[in-house]
C-alpha cells in the first residue's frame, strides 16, 4: 500500500491545563499511532475543534476560561463526535455533570495508558457502528416482538409508536423528524430495539453498548439513558427498579 492508499491516522483532540499531563498522554497515544492536537484551555479547545476535524476528543474537566462541562455542551451543539471525559477526582457531581452535558464516557487521572486507549478505541468503534453490525445484533424476525415495516427503498424499519428506527441506515425518527443521537445513544437505543420489552440490566449495556466488561461505575448507562429519553420520549424507556431498563413495546 502507498502512502497515499494509507488510511488517515485517528485524530484526537486533547485539552488539558497541566502541561505535564498533556505532555505525557500525547506521547503515550502517539505510541499508539494517534495523532494528537493539543490545547491548554477550554477557550483554545473550541477554537481548534471548530477549525478541523477530529474523531474523539479527549477533554479534562477542570480546564480555565471554559471548563470541560462547558465545553462539551459547547461541542454538542453542532457534533456527536465522541467525547471522553477526564476527572482529576472522580467526583460524582464531575462524572454526572459530564455525562449529561454529552460525553460518551469518563477516566478518573491519574489514568493508567492501556485503560485510556481501551476506552477511545470502544469510543472509536461506537463511532463507526456499521449497518451490518447493528443488523448482527438483532435476533430473527420472528424472535423479535416487534413491529416492522417497510421504508420507501424496501428496507426493515422498526416502529414503536411515533418512534421509527432504521437499523441498516442507522437513522432514527419521531414523528417523522429525524432525531439526532450521539453514537453510544444510537448504540443504546439499538440495544433495546433489539430486545423490546425485555428488561436489560446495566452490566449487560456495559458490556454491549460500551463495548467492555466493567464492574464499576454504571452511573455512564443512567445518564445515558436520560439523554435517550430526552430525544424520544421520557416514557420510551422504562426504569423496572432492581433490575435495569427495557424499551416499551
Known sequence: MS???????VTILLVE?????????????????????????????LELFREGRHDLLLLDVMLPGLDGIGLCRRIRETSMDPVLMMSARGDALDVVSGLEAGADDYVVKPVDTAVLVARIRSLLRRAVYTPAAASATAPPAADRGRPERSGADGR??????????????LEVSLAGRPVALAPTELRLLLEFAAH???VLDRQTLLRNVWDYGWDGDSRVVDLCVQRLRKKIGAARVETV?????????
Do not use: H
Open 17 to 45: 491545563d497541566d502541561e505535564v499531563i498533556r505532555r505525557s498522554v500525547t506521547l503515550a497515544l502517539e505510541r499508539y499511532g494517534y495523532r494528537v492536537v493539543s490545547a491548554g484551555d477550554g477557550l483554545t479547545g
Open 196 to 198: 423490546p420489552g425485555t
Open 156 to 169: 426493515a424499519l422498526l416502529v414503536f409508536g411515533d418512534l421509527t428506527v432504521d437499523t441498516a441506515g
Open 241 to 249: 427498579r432492581g433490575f435495569g431498563y427495557k424499551l416499551r413495546r
Open 3 to 9: 502512502e497515499e492508499d494509507a488510511p488517515a491516522p
